[in-house]
Structure formats: C-alpha cells, structure tokens
C-alpha cells in the first residue's frame, strides 16, 4: 500500500518549457488535490477532482491544467513554465462524506525549479 | 473569505519545554479541525483532528488541540517536546465541501 505517489521529485525547468506532474493513490479515494508550498504562505490550492470526470479551480489556478485520467491518477500540467511557478508541489487525496472533506494524504512533493 | 491564521511562524523550545501553537480561523459556520506535521524532507501528514464531539482531541506523538468554539481557535499543545518534534505544523480548516484552507504554517525547532 504505496499511498500517495509523485513522480517526479525533482525538476528543473527554463523559462517557456512545459511539463506535467504525476499523480496516483491507491487507497480508492474519490477526490484529489492539487498543492503548492511556497515560504510563508503554507499550502494553496490550485485545482481539485471532486471525482474521477470532475475538475475544479481552486485558489491559484493560473498557469496550470489538470487531468483526472481515472480514479487513481491525477496530473497536473504547465503549459509555459514561468520563474513563478518556482515551488514544491503536492498532491493529495481524500474521502468525501456527508458534505465533508475527511483529513487529506499527501503524496512526498516535487521540488520545481524554473530559471 | 476563509481564513486561516498562525500567530507564531517560528519558534524555538529546548527539550523538555511545553508546547502551545495558536490557530484562529475566520468562519462562522460548522467546521472540521486538522493539524498536519511536515517533518524535515518529508510530506504533510496529519496529527490530530476535530469533527465533532468532546472539544480536547488528542493525536500522536502526545499531541493534544482544543477547539474553543467561541474563540474561533484550534490551538495545539504538548506537555514536552522532544528533538524529534522539530518539523513544520499546519493548522488547516474545511468548512464544508472540497476546499481545506491551510494556515501559513509554524516552523519549530527544539534544541537538543
């Protein structure tokens, strides 16, 4: 029982390039959660999958894509890479019930660096 | 809009030394509490939790928080913190549906 994975951990991108981060959990949750962790600011989100079909923005959507492949995995995309989107990155899951979110299970982060 | 606030965003104890980080939110509403823990080089997971129920919910580790309702507060406590509790901590609130807000976060570090 892996939990949360990411791949990749570390990343080092140029200014323009692209890329897309992993996400898969394996504990069956229906929703997942996309985070960026930046000094100061704790986590802010940036898009969640209420379910597998579903996307949403949350607090810091510009920038970014997302796809729920299935119910297991959840990618998120840069399009354009800027030197803003300089973070750690996490992915999250969790159930949902009666309207609630129960607590989240992160996955280990992906250090990203843009230059 | 929701908020999430840590008062202390770093702190400092020696081995032994009592713990108290404070965490005031900003909604109204019903609410469900967390505390996560991010030790150095590795993810969030969490500590403790508040749904319902008796206000004094204890975690692992010999983490203890008290929701004071009338407060707006989730504060986390420990009688005596050890080295190993060095780590980041992060007070978190969902107020119902999809979105957790999560504090700034509270670096500690304890002296050995």
């Known amino acids: 029982n892996a939990g949360v994975t990411q791949t990749p951990k570390f990343q080092v991108l140029k200014t323009g390039q692209s890329m897309t981060l992993q996400c898969a959990q394996d504990m069956n949750h229906n929703s997942m959660y996309w985070y960026r962790q930046d000094p100061g600011m704790g986590l802010r989100l940036i898009y969640y999958?209420?379910?597998?079909?579903?996307?949403d923005k949350g607090e810091v959507p510009n920038g970014y894509n997302v796809s729920r492949l299935n119910k297991r995995e959840f990618s998120l995309r840069l399009e354009s890479a800027a030197p803003s989107q300089t973070s750690v990155y996490f992915c999250a899951s969790s159930e949902i019930g009666g309207g609630i979110s129960y607590e989240q299970y992160f996955g280990p982060g992906t250090r990203l660096t843009v230059t | 809009a929701q908020s999430v606030s840590q008062h202390n965003h770093h702190v400092i104890l020696s081995e032994a030394a009592s713990l108290e980080l404070g965490c005031n939110y900003s909604y109204g509403g019903t609410v469900n509490l967390f505390w996560y823990v991010q030790y150095p080089g590795q993810h969030l997971q969490l500590l403790l939790k508040y749904f319902s129920g008796d206000p004094l919910v204890k975690g692992i580790k010999g983490f203890e928080a008290e929701f004071i309702k009338s407060k707006f507060s989730f504060n986390l406590r420990k009688p005596s913190v050890q080295w190993s509790d060095t780590a980041e901590y992060f007070c978190?609130?969902?107020?119902?549906?999809?979105?957790?807000?999560f504090g700034a976060g509270t670096r500690l570090f304890v002296k050995a």
């Open positions: 999958s209420a379910s597998e079909g579903t996307t």
């Open positions: 978190a609130v969902n107020a119902g549906g999809f979105k957790t807000i």
